[in-house]
């Protein structure tokens, strides 16, 4: 058997739970600890009765509970020391195999006695043998730090991996170390490569290298992390483990087979350079996001995979647990990329390498690595996100134009629909409702829908709305649901598959994939337009907690409640001045689709929060709004705190983009201005007059207001303080100068009420047109003096936002039924299988 090399990548992730942070309660009075003795109570009832009778069975040995309820805990979460004891595993049947093998036939005849009688007598060997065959190397690159550092926290992740290696021989910790030394009678910072192991009490150093520079500083932290321990790796195979991940001791009896997979030859005689494992995800029980995300992640960890090795021949590493031929890769480029930015997604590139340079990509799903998934709304979405800012970036690499060149036209096909081109359809399928809604308005407003109508030829013609609502059907997320279903029943059967499939519906998992859908898209269109993707961390949490109004608004508010507040103008003005097909099944058909996808877009973040309608925290939501929104922001204020900070921060893709990024998001921004010109047009108080006057009248207006506003806001910052019954006066003769003139508008020259409501759908859309117009030209308008004037609107527009999402969630949350009923939906699996969910969401108080 060849020998394996296991590579993990740990930045700073939790490796095992103190007392302290078992026991510390969130605000809702949860801790982790309570939290999973809620989540797991048949395993902590059985761990209170083993303890119990290892107290008795060593009296005289004192056994520390505490450290026993931390390892219980951690085992039981996504850390550290979890991933660490199964990859150990592999260790463990290493031995077991070489006495079975040395012990003969005996050892199967005479069970377990002859087994333990072969472990005593070949246990040195067997642990030799163990040693030349394999070696566990965490590439932490912090290790130094924390090693040095003072702060109770990181010394003790310090003193958890040192316990880790004095534990486990095999494990070896590889970390980058930064010492100052006088050079040339100057004293500058050099960085090295170190490779420790465990010793009798402290850790020991093997190997040091010295380095160029900072690696972590010149490449994207992931992959430079794995780039700098590879050169500590020794042996044939090279498997790479991620932080959330475990593993099972039944599985480690097949690594040896899996490794003869190396020598088999396959397509041309070729043999493999990676070979592809299947996954088991353990964290789909809890609610039902976790469910949605494991399904998916299973289904493509599985059916996916297995349809891309064979017969597509396209499958690539889209991350670990992947096994390399270490020789053909460390001689080849390695098995990350790590260029700034554009090696975003470090994983899927070495697979690019890997197949331009003649390797041959497997899949083998004899043999399952435990794997742990996001489980919370943000963290699903935080991921997806990442990996939809990967796939721009690679949409723009210079691997993907290779490939595409030297493949055949259709493996080129399988190629592009499995990779880019899945997350390029999302975003045209998001741009055809665009497409589809502004045309309509334009037919509207025109004047070519009275065309329509009174053409009889054309008005019998259903064979456009026909085609429209049948791609309709798509837009509910089903599409991202049939993988799912495919898997499930191949595994379990089709009966069990469309059971599932039903429950699914039923707890709005189309609600969650069209929601994922605008997530895609907008991530990956950000990035094609301006590029500037940055690494998002979604953390490894347990506990199940309610993200505030405010954190959600500041998570989507540009992904997904400003392109949806948008479509919902389109859908208001569609639906009041269309007439067309208002009689229609298919009219309704069309636009339900679409009245559904705003609503997933909107308010999916809150249906899909635990308590998300509970009247007490709603309305400490409200109070916790207001404030972010009111503090000012500045050099060191977190994002979390101000409303400034974070619109500052929303922008810096911005900073990165060329003059071509900065003119299309002015011309994109253009089309806010259509509302304005088609709607004035058909005001009571224009008296259907087409002059352009009226256009202008309405430009007046808009100026106007854009005074007011800068007025008020100089006003606020030089007088709202030391003149603030003055200021308080002056704002009082604004609104009697206002009610005046929208009196004078009623009587004298015929504005209705419906023309209010229209003005304001009119108006709305071009001062957020001026806003990102004026985003854009930042550079220009600071010099200018005109940047706090945006600013201004800006908060104005963001106030306005919060209030219009936050009003539907405050009804709601007046009855206490509809709690009850989110919490049904969220957690059917909980209540299913006994869970104490509502101790867990009411908390101990």
Same mark, same amino acid.
């Given at each position: ?639 979390? !705190? =101000?409303?400034? %900070? /974070? ?11 060329? $003059?071509? @990024?900065?003119? +299309? ?116 308008? !600071? =010099?200018?003096? %005109? /940047? ?11 106030? $306005?936002? @919060?209030?219009? +999402? ?40």
């Amino acid at each position: 058997m060849n020998k394996r090399i296991v590579m993990m990548a740990s930045i700073k992730q939790d490796v095992l739970y103190s007392n302290e942070e078992l026991t510390k309660e969130n605000e809702d009075g949860i801790s982790i600890l309570f939290y999973l003795q809620r989540i797991y109570p048949d395993e902590w009832n059985n761990f209170t009765q083993r303890m119990h009778a290892v107290r008795n069975e060593n009296e005289k040995k004192k056994v520390d509970m505490n450290e026993e309820i931390q390892k219980w805990a951690s085992y039981r979460a996504q850390t550290l020391s979890r991933t660490v004891r199964g990859m150990m595993y592999y260790r463990q049947a290493l031995e077991l195999q070489y006495v079975l093998e040395c012990s003969g036939d005996s050892a199967v005849s005479e069970g377990f006695q002859a087994i333990k009688e072969g472990s005593e007598y070949y246990g040195e060997y067997a642990q030799a043998m163990a040693n030349l065959k394999f070696t566990y190397v965490i590439s932490c690159e912090v290790y130094g730090a924390l090693k040095k550092s003072s702060d109770a926290r990181d010394r003790s992740c310090y003193l958890n991996i040192l316990n880790l290696m004095l534990k486990y021989p095999s494990l070896r910790v590889a970390y980058i170390d930064e010492i100052k030394e006088t050079v040339n009678g100057r004293s500058q910072k050099v960085y090295y490569s170190v490779l420790v192991k465990g010793g009798e009490k402290l850790d020991e150093e093997i190997y040091r290298i010295k380095l160029p520079g900072p690696p972590t500083k010149i490449g994207e932290e992931k992959s430079e992390n794995q780039n700098h321990a590879i050169i500590f790796t020794r042996g044939e195979a090279l498997q790479t483990i991620d932080m959330n991940q475990d593993n099972y001791f039944e599985e480690a009896y097949k690594m040896r087979n899996v490794l003869e997979e190396f020598l088999k030859p396959h397509h041309n005689d070729r043999k493999p350079s990676i070979l592809g494992l299947r996954e088991h995800v353990f964290t789909g029980s809890v609610s039902s996001l976790a469910w949605f995300a494991s399904n998916q992640e299973t289904s493509f960890v599985t059916v996916r995979q297995r349809i891309l090795a064979n017969p597509l021949r396209v499958r690539f590493h889209y991350g670990h647990p992947d096994i390399f031929d270490r020789i053909f890769h460390i001689t080849r480029g390695g098995i990350s990329k790590a260029s700034k930015t554009i090696n975003l997604s470090e994983h899927i590139f070495s697979g690019f390498n890997s197949t331009l340079r003649g390797g041959y990509v497997t899949h083998h799903e004899y043999i399952q690595v435990g794997k742990g998934c996001d489980v919370g709304m943000n963290q699903i979405s935080a991921f997806e996100a990442k990996v939809a800012n990967g796939n721009g970036e690679q949409t723009l690499s210079r691997d993907i134009y290779r490939l595409g060149h030297r493949f055949d036209f259709y493996r080129m096909l399988s190629f592009y629909f499995s990779t880019v081109g899945f997350y390029f359809s999302s975003m045209v399928t998001v741009l055809t409702v665009y497409v589809f809604l502004y045309g309509r308005l334009y037919m509207i407003m025109s004047g070519w829908q009275n065309a329509i109508l009174v053409n009889a030829t054309i008005y019998r013609s259903k064979a456009p709305e026909e085609a429209l609502a049948t791609q309709s059907v798509f837009q509910f997320g089903l599409l991202l649901v049939l993988p799912i279903v495919m898997e499930i029943g191949l595994e379990k059967g089709f009966d069990t598959a469309l059971g599932n499939f039903i429950i699914m519906q039923l707890q709005l998992a189309s609600v969650f994939f069209t929601f994922q859908l605008g997530t895609k898209a907008h991530y990956y269109g950000r990035t094609i337009l301006h590029g500037a993707s940055k690494y998002r961390a979604t953390g490894c949490g347990v506990v199940v907690f309610r993200e505030k109004f405010a954190g959600n608004y500041r998570l989507y508010s540009r992904s997904h409640f400003v392109k949806g507040l948008e479509l919902l103008v389109l859908l208001v003005l569609y639906d009041v001045y269309g007439e067309s097909y208002h009689s229609s099944t298919i009219f309704r058909f069309i636009t339900f689709s679409m009245w559904f996808l705003v609503g997933s877009w909107l308010f999916a973040p809150f249906l899909f929060n635990p308590s998300g309608f509970n009247w007490k925290k709603t309305m400490d939501d409200w109070k916790d709004w207001k404030a972010w929104m009111g503090n000012r922001g500045g050099i060191g204020i977190h994002p979390d !705190k =101000s409303w400034e %900070s /974070w619109w500052q921060e929303e922008q810096e893709h911005l900073k990165f983009t060329n $003059i071509q @990024g900065r003119l +299309l998001e002015i011309i994109l921004a253009f089309r806010f201005y259509i509302y304005q010109y088609v709607i004035v047009y058909h005001l009571d108080i224009a008296h259907h007059s087409k002059s352009i006057l009226v256009y202008g009248l309405s430009w007046i207006v808009m100026v106007t207001a854009l005074l007011v506003l800068k007025i008020v806001s100089v006003g606020r910052r030089r007088f709202g303080t030391d003149f603030q019954l003055m200021f308080r006066i002056f704002k009082g003769l604004l609104v009697i100068g206002f009610i005046s003139f929208m009196t004078v508008l009623f009587v004298k020259y015929g504005l209705t009420i419906s023309d209010l409501f229209a003005s304001i759908l009119a108006f709305l859309p071009t001062g957020w047109a001026i806003l990102l117009i004026g985003q854009a030209l930042r550079p220009v308008l !600071k =010099s200018s003096g %005109s /940047w706090e004037l945006i600013m201004e609107l800006a908060r104005a527009y963001e106030e $306005i936002m @919060g209030a219009i +999402l936050f009003l539907p969630i405050a009804i709601l949350s007046w009855f206490p039924s509809v709690s009850e009923i989110q919490t049904k939906l969220l957690y059917h699996q909980a209540f299913c299988g006994g869970l104490q969910i509502s101790e867990i969401l009411a908390g101990r108080r």
